[in-house]
């Protein structure tokens, strides 16, 4: 199974229920017959590291599933023919929360948000939400629409079914495993003009999921000229985004804690990319981040040049020593300028070894990523600005 489908079900399965609707006897006709999945405790995920992830970065309390009656435990319920997809109920704020939430998740360095949204409290009516946000390029909308609907009603296919190539109104779009399209598009036909992307996600808990973007802040009656030929969020991204909010709802209408967190307030991957984040200069803008438990990393970008650089911090148990500075309480520090792995790319390095043993790596290169092509002359952070974040007393305190 590919990686990203396997995410979106272990997204599913972490946020508290799975639950796969069973049709009854009398619409057996379909040739899967669904069965619904009792609710499962956190161990039934357990022998998978990346739900482990999943639950540690989102805070998400698993709990026992509930029979009819609130009571622990007992055996789920069919739902009566046609009445299994009736129920949803979202506000304006959780749907604020689960766009804003699934940003931040997909690596989106999100600065000064606009958000909008409407909940609902009826199926057949959706709940939207739209973030306005400035990166390091110009400002950028993503747009989120959520509906009730039964995944078996044939006439959704076309949502999620590429028209022939010829009568295609997109530039491009493909159809996907788990129900999706993407499709991309220049509105009116004009080429370099405002283009938008989506992805059409059709979830098999009953939700009809549409996530889009621009490439200028606000597609209508835009005045500006787009300032990149293609949307911020590509199309990986905006496919992950989908399975977040998908995974943000239970199988019986409602929202879950996955996604309505409030944004800020769960716990990022370790402690090593948000002291990090905090620690950069303030000049610069993020692009993108990601991290894990001994790792974060993000993406700067100079909004002249469009030059970019990647910056990364570790814990390292040991490497190869070249100390060249002893500071007043015993701290070593060793700055370092390297050759990168493509022609032209540089990695600046600054460690920092305590008297406790905690020995912090952060490095720079003048490309986003280690292994790209050089994007720049040089990294857009000194020598001196690394080694301030490498000598940090935040570290001590990061687990």
């Not at 079914?161 to 999706?180: I, K, M």
């Not at 090593?272 to 993020?286: A, G, Q, S, T």
């Given at each position: 199974?590919?990686f ?21 006897l ?30 540690a970065t ?34 304006a ?44 390029f ?9 509906r ?13 079914t590429c ?109 090593i ?46 490497d ?56 720049g ?7 001196e600005?690394?080694k ?12």
């Amino acid at each position: 199974m590919p990686f990203e489908d396997e995410l979106g079900k272990v997204l599913r399965d972490t946020a508290g229920t799975f639950t796969a609707d069973r049709r009854s006897l009398a619409e057996g006709s379909l040739t899967r017959g669904r069965r619904r999945l009792a609710r499962r405790r956190a161990s039934a995920v357990a022998g998978s590291a990346l739900a482990v992830v999943l639950v540690a970065t989102a805070g998400v309390q698993l709990g026992g599933g509930r029979d009819g009656d609130g009571k622990a435990g007992g055996p789920p319920s069919t739902p009566a023919p046609g009445g299994g997809y009736r129920n949803f109920a979202v506000t304006a704020e959780e749907m604020e929360n689960i766009l804003q939430n699934g940003m931040e998740r997909s690596g989106i360095g999100v600065g000064h948000p606009k958000l909008q949204a409407q909940g609902s409290s009826e199926a057949s009516r959706s709940a939207t939400a739209s973030i306005d946000f400035e990166d390091g390029f110009s400002a950028a909308r993503v747009t989120l629409s959520v509906r009730r609907v039964d995944p078996a009603e044939d006439s959704l296919r076309k949502l999620i079914t590429c028209p022939p190539e010829g009568d295609s109104p997109y530039e491009e779009c493909t159809a996907q495993p788990d129900n999706r399209a993407v499709k991309g598009y220049t509105e009116a036909g004009k080429a370099g003009g405002i283009k938008k992307w989506a992805v059409t996600m059709l979830s098999p808990s009953g939700y009809l999921i549409e996530v889009a973007t621009n490439n200028v802040a606000s597609p209508i009656n835009a005045t500006e000229e787009p300032l990149t030929r293609n949307p911020r969020m590509n199309p990986g991204k905006l496919r992950y985004l989908a399975m977040f909010v998908d995974g943000s709802f239970l199988a019986d209408g409602k929202p879950n804690s996955l996604g309505t967190a409030e944004p800020g307030s769960t716990a990022e991957p370790g402690d090593i990319l948000p002291l990090l984040k905090d620690l950069l200069p303030e000049r610069l803008h993020v692009y993108s981040e990601g991290g894990t438990a001994t790792e974060g990393h993000v993406v700067v970008v100079d909004s002249k040049s469009r030059a970019r650089t990647y910056i990364e911090a570790t814990r390292t148990a040991g490497d190869k020593e070249a100390w060249n500075e002893t500071l007043a309480d015993g701290t070593k520090v060793g700055t370092r300028q390297l050759p990168g792995r493509q022609p032209g790319v540089v990695q600046l390095r600054v460690d920092a070894l305590r008297v406790n043993g905690l020995w912090m790596s952060v490095s720079a290169y003048n490309a986003p990523s280690p292994t790209s092509r050089k994007s720049g002359a040089s990294p857009l952070i000194t020598a001196e600005e690394l080694k301030a974040i490498a000598t940090s007393r935040s570290w001590l305190i990061a687990r």
